[in-house]
């Protein structure tokens, strides 16, 4: 696709006109200056010729003509051009069919982003699998390498060699079955680092694998062991040390962070929105991780119409500010004074428009209130009558013939008319109605008539905004967070540590504090220290 080619640098003409030659070696000069000056300039800079300039046909690069483009008429329209042309004339870009379009190259780059992002999700769970294939596999060559390799050779396996093989079989069954759960599993995010333990344990597994390869290789299948019992406990030792570093790896990625030791202060920047969270000992990176699937279980969902108020209102404001130049050059002596005297009383004005800024900002406010309030009363009616409306037909169906019974689908359309207009005015008033769909209404609807739930059960959904699970994919307006820290992201969290979360249109502010050490003591109340003798007075009033 054609676009068009930057080409940065000024053009150099050669000055044909009559002038003296002391003016036009001038002019050569100041123009040389200012190209070594330019050439510095970024590539990307463009600066468009001014209006009252006369435009070049040509396209000029690094001060020469690009190939193909006549000299003559750049050079007669030179003639006509005042001494500093070097200052404001630029190249004027043209027409390249060997270019790429912008859209072409974000287009190649999200493609690969794609696929790099694909590899990098599947990756640990292929590695993860050859290293468990590799890991179940050694045992089992062990065992049967010297049978394969010199039967003949081979001592007889008694009682106890045959007990050491219901062992092995067990102990892999259960190596098996743990790796499974803690290794074999699809990843929850893409990280930008590796996980250091992860990557520790797999490199503990190949060291341990690799070492008992090196010596079954010299001190067995050189030597051609008879003692074919010893080799099975070679093989037991083997499967017991996986089974410890599987113990190992069930601490360090699974156990450690349990306890918490630190208080996660987040905010969003846009609203201002907090959140307070106790975590472990993480890695910045595994921390934003828990961070982020605790933003869309609890924080609300992200509405930038609820910011749209504000920024209007500010606008307005500033739009209200006039300043006045008092002394123009158009203004005559004695009308200087009274354009000053009327400047300062529309300044005045303007200042007294801006000490009564809150009073607008709190009728505004009051009368949004007053307005969801309505639009609320109106659709609890309208949904209430809707339901009662369905309790009633519910029970002349049951002695209708069932031919005439309605399916829930189609009596969760019948009544969906009658409570859509209020629903849709509320969700406008309180700017939400590009968070629930039709369908979806619909879906909710049918679902609260299945279950037999109450008119409230069904409005909760859309009186308040729910968290950002609630609503679908398409609804979270962020699938891509990334993330911003001085610190290293492998490295664990700390007191005060501090970094960001971005996303599109807004960030989360993450703030790290430790959970002070407390002291709790006992203090004891002996039982006896209760008890005490009501003494009553012998004498009575007659």
Not at 87 to 108: C, F, R, Y
Not at 109 to 118: A, I, P, S, Y
Not at 292 to 299: H, M, S, V
């Amino acid at each position: 696709m054609d676009t068009e080619s930057t080409h940065s640098g000024y053009s150099y003409h050669s000055s044909r006109s009559g002038r003296s030659n002391r003016h036009g070696d001038r002019s050569r000069e100041r123009h040389k200056a200012s190209s070594s000056k330019d050439s510095t300039r970024s590539e990307r800079s463009v600066v468009i010729n001014p209006p009252d300039t006369p435009s070049q046909d040509s396209p000029v690069h690094n001060g020469e003509p690009l190939p193909g483009d006549p000299t003559s008429t750049a050079d007669q329209e030179d003639e006509g051009q005042d001494d500093n042309w070097g200052e404001t004339t630029t190249a004027v870009t043209g027409t390249s069919e060997l270019s790429i379009s912008q859209e072409d190259v974000v287009g190649l780059g999200k493609e690969m982003q794609d696929r790099t992002r694909g590899f990098r999700r599947y990756l640990p769970l292929a590695v993860g699998s050859c290293v468990a294939l590799m890991v179940l596999a050694t045992p089992l060559a062990f065992l049967l390498l010297p049978v394969l390799m010199w039967p003949d050779r081979l001592q007889a396996c008694g009682a106890a060699c045959e007990g050491l093989f219901l062992s092995i079989a067990f102990k892999l069954l259960i190596l098996l079955m743990a790796m499974w759960a803690l290794f074999l599993k699809p990843g929850r995010a893409s990280l930008p680092r590796v996980c250091v333990y992860r990557a520790f344990l797999t490199t503990l597994t190949l060291l341990l694998t690799m070492s008992y390869w090196l010596f079954f290789g010299v001190r067995i299948l050189d030597a051609q062991d008879e003692d074919y019992h010893g080799i099975v406990q070679f093989a037991v030792s083997l499967v017991d040390s996986q089974l410890f570093v599987h113990y190992l790896a069930v601490v360090l990625m699974e156990l450690r962070h349990l306890q918490p030791c630190y208080t996660v202060c987040v905010i969003r920047s846009t609203d201002g929105e907090t959140r307070q969270y106790n975590v472990g000992q993480l890695s910045v990176q595994k921390a934003a991780l828990s961070i982020l699937e605790y933003y869309y279980r609890d924080f609300p969902l992200h509405n930038p119409a609820l910011l749209s108020a504000s920024k209007h209102r500010a606008a307005k404001h500033l739009a209200g500010l006039k300043v006045y130049n008092v002394d123009a050059p158009g203004s005559t002596a004695g009308a200087q004074p009274g354009n000053g005297n009327q400047s300062r009383a529309m300044v005045t004005a303007a200042a007294k428009r801006k000490d009564s800024a809150h009073n607008e900002l709190y009728y505004e406010e009051a009368d949004y209130e007053r307005r969801v309030r309505k639009r609320r009363a109106r659709l609890v009616v309208a949904v209430e009558e809707a339901f009662t409306h369905v309790r009633r037909m519910k029970k002349e169906d049951e002695q209708a013939t069932p031919s005439d019974i309605m399916d829930v689908r189609e009596a969760a359309l019948a009544i969906f008319p009658s409570m859509a207009r209020a629903l849709q005015k509320y969700l406008r008033t309180t700017r939400r109605q590009h968070c629930h769909s039709m369908e979806s209404i619909q879906k909710h609807l049918a679902f609260c008539l299945v279950n037999n739930m109450s008119p409230k059960a069904f409005l909760e959904a859309y009186l308040a905004p729910g968290p950002t699970l609630q609503y679908g994919p398409e609804r979270w307006m962020a699938d891509q967070w990334t993330l911003v820290s001085e610190a290293s992201v492998t490295g664990g969290i700390k007191e005060g540590s501090e970094f960001l979360l971005k996303c599109l249109d807004f960030s989360l502010a993450v703030t790290i504090k430790g959970i002070p050490y407390i002291r709790l003591t006992e203090e004891y109340i002996d039982p006896k220290s209760h008890k005490f003798i009501l003494l009553l007075q012998s004498e009575t009033s007659v």
